[in-house]
Nanobody
C-alpha cells in the first residue's frame, strides 16, 4: 500500500504561483510513476502532469505546458507541482496519484493510489 497526502493548495490571484506537494509513505515507490490530476466542479477528473521516478521523464497536459513543473524529492519522498502564471480555469481540486507501471500515463484508470486532494482557487 502507498499513502499519499497533498498539501499547498489555497487561494491565489490570476498570474500568481502555488506549489503543491504530495508526501508518499508505505511501500517503496522508487519505480512508480507519480501524477497530478485536477477536477473542477461538474467536470471529470483531468490529467495535469506525470513523472517517472525510474528515469525522470515527464509528461504534461497541453493546457499547463510551460506553466507547471513536476518534480520529485527522493530524500523527502515527495512529488511537487510548481504552478506559475495561474489562470481562473486552473481552479479545481488537485489530486496526487501513483501507478506501479513503468510508463507515464494521462489516463486516471492507470493509477493505483490516490490522495484526498487539495483545493486550488484562482481568482480573476
Amino acid at each position: 500500500q502507498v499513502q499519499l497526502v497533498e498539501s499547498g493548495g489555497g487561494l491565489v490571484q490570476a498570474g500568481g504561483s502555488l506549489r503543491l506537494s504530495c508526501a508518499a509513505s508505505g511501500r517503496t515507490f522508487s519505480s512508480y510513476v507519480m501524477g497530478w490530476f485536477h477536477q473542477a466542479p461538474g467536470k471529470e477528473r483531468e490529467f495535469v502532469a506525470a513523472i517517472s521516478r525510474r528515469d525522470g521523464s515527464t509528461y504534461y497536459a497541453d493546457s499547463v505546458k510551460g506553466r507547471f513543473t513536476i518534480s520529485t524529492n527522493s530524500a523527502k519522498n515527495t512529488v511537487d507541482l510548481q504552478m506559475n502564471s495561474l489562470k481562473p480555469e486552473d481552479t479545481a481540486v488537485y489530486y496526487c496519484a501513483a501507478r506501479s507501471g513503468p510508463y507515464t500515463s494521462s489516463w486516471s484508470h492507470d493509477y493505483d493510489y490516490w490522495g484526498q486532494g487539495t483545493q486550488v482557487t484562482v481568482s480573476s
